[in-house]
């Protein structure tokens, strides 16, 4: 079985506006991550299917598709990777429960600091990160998972299950 490769940590970006996906992809490469970007969500399916992320940003109104028609079409292609979505200052309530019905991991609003982008990509990306690694070990036969796998998967296991909620309650006591 190949090892798990944990780094560096990969982000696609998504939206419509070039201005937007470069300022993004600048920033965000600042911040330490490899980035992947395009204008174009069906580009965007197509580069899922070919890599892993361990975050998507994506644009919820764009012109192509909606950002809740992407997401929905990378999730019936088996594509778990969190996704973050990126509305206008003061979005609708309802688009914001709608993405996280749909099983968005989180919103960001335009326009957003260096620091809400850094805290959200650091949870999210971590999130991905270790939702890759547990799907990893969960493919290991059973027979040939080491003690040291076996701790790791429960590790990853409360990571998920608690991590976001740990996460929001920062996030709305700020």
Avoid at 15 to 34: C, F, H, N, W
Avoid at 60 to 79: A, H, T, W
Avoid at 148 to 164: S, V, Y
Wanted: hydrophobic residues 40%; glycine residues 4%.
């Amino acid at each position: 079985m190949a090892e798990f490769k944990e780094d560096p940590r990969k982000v696609l970006v998504l939206d419509d506006e070039p201005d937007i996906v470069e300022a993004m992809t600048e920033l965000i490469q600042d911040l330490g991550y490899k980035v992947i970007a395009t204008t174009s969500a069906n580009h965007a399916i197509d580069i899922c299917a070919e890599q892993s992320f361990d975050t998507i940003l994506s644009d919820i109104n764009m012109p192509e598709m909606s950002g809740f028609d992407f997401l929905s079409k990378i999730r019936s292609k088996q594509v778990d990777t969190p996704v973050v979505f990126i509305t206008a200052a003061g979005a609708e309530k309802k688009n914001t429960t709608s993405a996280l019905r749909l099983g968005a991991f989180d919103y960001i609003e335009k326009p957003w600091t260096t620091d809400e982008m850094q805290e959200m990509l650091n949870m999210a990306t971590e999130y991905g990160m270790r939702l890759r690694r547990l799907n990893h070990i969960v493919s290991i036969p059973d027979s040939e998972k080491s003690a040291n796998d076996l701790k790791q998967l429960e590790l990853d296991k409360k990571f998920l299950a608690l991590g976001p909620i740990v996460y929001n309650q920062r996030r709305n006591n700020q």
